[in-house]
């Protein structure tokens, strides 16, 4: 494992490192400055003081003091100060006119800085010990020729050897602001460059990198690519395990269930989109509503997860199973069988299923049947397997495999023609109602007519509801179409006498909007006295205070209530009571062979018998033929409606009925 470092580390690095370059910097210059100060301030001593000397020793000998009263004078000097040594030696030129020093020779000859001076050069030292070595050339000059006879302009005569150590060195005040203001310009120059360099390597760059990561991951949408960065800082590292963390959870919430722990539609979706050759299998619990109705949603919840657990159990450990949504569940199958063999493999998957108990609680269990679609290859196997689970459902077989056969495309491309159709329709008025007649069945006299919805196409043809009418339920159009039927049908009987049935739903009394439209209508067209509203809803009446309410309120203008489909949804004899219907009106599934069928004969006698009793008008629908017409005559059907007396048509005769 690569040892990790931290932004503590890094800035506490960049400080000492920074520090430690500027002192050693700062030492280094104030070494060179030391150095420097001591060796202009001690040539310019060292030169002054041995001027001194000679300008001494020049007054001396202009008084004709001799060698020894020289040595004298040097002695005296010496003894000035303990630290500081003065020496003279003469040069050759010297020597031979005043005579030789056994000294001076042996220090010409042996001592280098001495040879260097007796050349001309100023030799200044400065030793490790801080002593100031100093020689000195005593140059002749034109006044000096006068005793030196043997010497000429320019020659040496002879070097003064000065010697003291350095005490109390003073650095000129400019230096030292010179030296701060250097300092100061370095030490940030540094601090800049030391910062830019490292939070470069160890902040921006890596920093960068993670933002380009996440981007990539972004721009991609792949739930399951996870940061990846080989820097070696802790906060970094800390931050992208937070973020990858954070893209598990993000993609277990994606990708998984919550309740049962499986992967979801979106990962089968996925896994579907790879074009391997598969078997797919869709299991749906058969009528689960109903353990949700019976037992409530946390028991109902408590079972699917069990449920899950035990499609685990019985399917392959290596395949893939899936919760598609509420009771219905996928596996994908990769291992090889044929078509026989995962015929058989569902099937057993069935029976096992059925033969499994599931526990509510301790005390209470349930047992469950699944309906299975099958579908294999490597395209459309989700809509595929669903063909067959649905077609399974509608045919109560345990399981189907997708065939050809089956296809339903076109069927869905059918019900999107059918969508924009209606809409078209509507936006172009061609929603409009066709009546048929309903005659009184003793006299075959027009009373009353039928308001039916019609769809007109774009070659001027009738379109009858079944074709479009619950797909304008899912679409949210259905409303629009009743509020259109009874403007329509108002329009058309404000000025007839004729009483006029109009369809509506449970759904459409429920709906405020709609409920509102009704009675304003009533209100404001004063012909509420010809109106029936006929309850189309095929299942019993849930809301039945409401809709008792909508009746007696519709009642006040003069309305009268049917029920339609009676024999079938309705027949609850209870309901007719309570909600005061004044007609019925029989199915016309028992109607069309009445003349020949015993059953709907019997059925048909004791509604007729009920509605008198009740003071209910009766109505007879799919009148077809005169047979069925002298039957329900027969049987005391109070009015007939049919093909036998008249189509639907738009034209209703202006006559009093």
């Known amino acids: 494992m690569s040892h990790k470092t931290t932004y503590t580390k890094i800035a506490a690095k960049i400080i000492f490192i920074?520090?430690?370059?500027?002192?050693?910097?700062?030492?280094?210059?104030?070494?060179?400055?030391?150095?420097?100060?001591?060796?202009?301030?001690?040539?310019?001593?060292?030169?002054k003081t041995s001027m001194l000397v000679f300008e001494a020793l020049y007054s001396a000998m202009q008084r004709g003091w001799n060698k020894n009263d020289l040595e004298e004078i040097i002695s005296r000097l010496n003894r000035v100060d303990s630290h500081m040594k003065v020496n003279v030696y003469r040069s050759e030129v010297v020597a031979d006119l005043f005579g030789e020093i056994e000294k001076d020779k042996v220090a010409r000859e042996s001592n280098t800085e001495i040879?260097?001076?007796?050349?001309?050069?100023?030799?200044?030292?400065?030793?490790?010990?801080?002593?100031?070595?100093?020689?000195?050339?005593?140059?002749?000059?034109?006044?000096?020729?006068?005793?030196?006879?043997?010497?000429s302009s320019g020659d040496v005569l002879g070097v003064i050897d000065i010697s003291y150590p350095v005490e109390n060195l003073k650095v000129p005040l400019t230096d030292m602001i010179n030296f701060f203001i250097i300092f100061i310009i370095v030490f940030s120059i540094i601090v800049y460059l030391s910062i830019f360099i490292e939070l470069n390597q160890?902040?921006?760059?890596?920093?960068?990198?993670?933002?380009?990561?996440?981007?990539?991951?972004?721009?991609?949408?792949d739930m399951r690519k996870r940061i990846e960065l080989n820097e070696n800082i802790e906060e970094i590292d800390s931050i992208k395990d937070v973020f990858n963390s954070m893209l598990d959870s993000i993609?277990?919430?994606?990708?998984?269930?919550?309740?049962?722990?499986?992967?979801?539609?979106?990962?089968?979706?996925?896994?579907?989109e790879e074009r391997h050759s598969v078997f797919l299998m869709i299991i749906n619990?058969?009528?689960?509503?109903?353990?949700?109705?019976?037992?409530?949603?946390?028991?109902?919840?408590?079972?699917?997860?069990?449920?899950?657990?035990?499609?685990?159990?019985?399917?392959?450990?290596?395949?893939?199973?899936?919760?598609?949504?509420?009771?219905?569940?996928?596996?994908?199958?990769?291992?090889?069988?044929?078509?026989?063999?995962?015929?058989?493999?569902?099937?057993?998957?069935?029976?096992?299923?059925?033969?499994?108990?599931?526990?509510?609680?301790?005390?209470?269990?349930?047992?469950?049947?699944?309906?299975?679609?099958?579908?294999y290859g490597s395209e459309l196997l989700l809509v595929n397997a669903d063909i067959a689970l649905k077609l399974a459902k509608k045919t109560k077989k345990n399981f189907l495999i997708y065939d050809n056969t089956m296809a339903m495309t076109k069927e869905y491309e059918k019900n999107f023609d059918w969508t924009k159709r209606l809409k078209k329709a509507i936006e172009e008025d061609k929603i409009v109602p066709l009546f048929q007649p309903i005659v009184d069945t003793k006299t075959q006299v027009i009373v009353k007519y039928e308001a039916l919805m019609r769809m007109v196409d774009d070659q001027g043809f009738y379109i009858a509801p079944v074709h479009f009418l619950e797909l304008a339920k899912k679409n949210k159009l259905y409303h629009q179409l009743t509020k259109i039927m009874i403007q329509k049908t108002f329009e058309k009987f404000q000025s007839l006498t004729y009483f006029v049935s109009?369809?509506?739903?449970?759904?459409?009394?429920?709906?405020?909007?709609?409920?509102?439209?009704?009675?304003?209508?009533?209100?404001?067209?004063?012909?509420?006295?010809?109106?029936?509203?006929?309850?189309?809803?095929?299942?019993?009446?849930e809301n039945f205070d409401q809709v008792l309410e909508f009746i007696n309120e519709v009642k006040q203008y003069g309305a009268k209530i049917s029920i339609d489909d009676f024999g079938t949804g309705y027949s609850n004899f209870e309901y007719l009571m309570k909600l005061k219907v004044d007609y019925i009106k029989i199915d016309g599934s028992m109607i069309k062979n009445i003349d020949s069928d015993k059953n709907s004969q019997m059925i048909t006698t004791s509604i007729v018998s009920f509605a008198k009793n009740m003071n209910i008008k009766t109505v007879a629908e799919f009148v077809h033929s005169k047979n069925v017409f002298e039957k329900i005559n027969e049987l005391g059907v109070d009015y007939s409606q049919g093909y036998y007396f008249g189509e639907p048509t738009e034209l209703v005769t202006p006559s009093s009925p």
Do not use: W
Request: net charge negative; with cysteine.
């Open 18 to 47: 920074t520090m430690l370059v500027t002192l050693v910097a700062t030492y280094i210059y104030g070494e060179y400055m030391k150095r420097d100060a001591i060796t202009n301030l001690a040539h310019v001593d060292a030169k």
């Open 115 to 151: 040879k260097k001076a007796i050349r001309g050069e100023e030799v200044l030292n400065i030793s490790d010990k801080e002593l100031i070595e100093y020689y000195y050339p005593v140059i002749a000059k034109e006044n000096c020729l006068k005793c030196h006879v043997n010497a």
């Open 202 to 221: 160890y902040l921006i760059k890596p920093i960068k990198n993670f933002s380009n990561l996440i981007k990539n991951i972004t721009a991609s949408q």
């Open 251 to 272: 993609e277990h919430q994606f990708y998984f269930d919550t309740l049962t722990g499986l992967e979801n539609r979106r990962r089968l979706t996925e896994k579907l």
């Open 285 to 375: 619990i058969d009528s689960f509503q109903e353990i949700n109705d019976l037992y409530g949603e946390p028991a109902g919840d408590l079972i699917l997860k069990e449920f899950a657990q035990y499609l685990k159990e019985i399917m392959p450990k290596e395949e893939g199973l899936y919760r598609l949504h509420s009771d219905e569940f996928a596996h994908i199958c990769t291992s090889g069988m044929d078509l026989n063999e995962f015929r058989n493999f569902a099937a057993l998957i069935s029976e096992k299923i059925s033969q499994k108990s599931f526990n509510i609680d301790e005390r209470s269990e349930v047992s469950l049947s699944a309906t299975i679609g099958v579908s």
């Open 502 to 541: 109009i369809n509506i739903s449970v759904e459409d009394i429920l709906n405020k909007e709609i409920n509102h439209f009704i009675v304003k209508t009533l209100e404001e067209s004063g012909i509420g006295h010809q109106i029936v509203f006929e309850i189309i809803e095929s299942e019993g009446i």
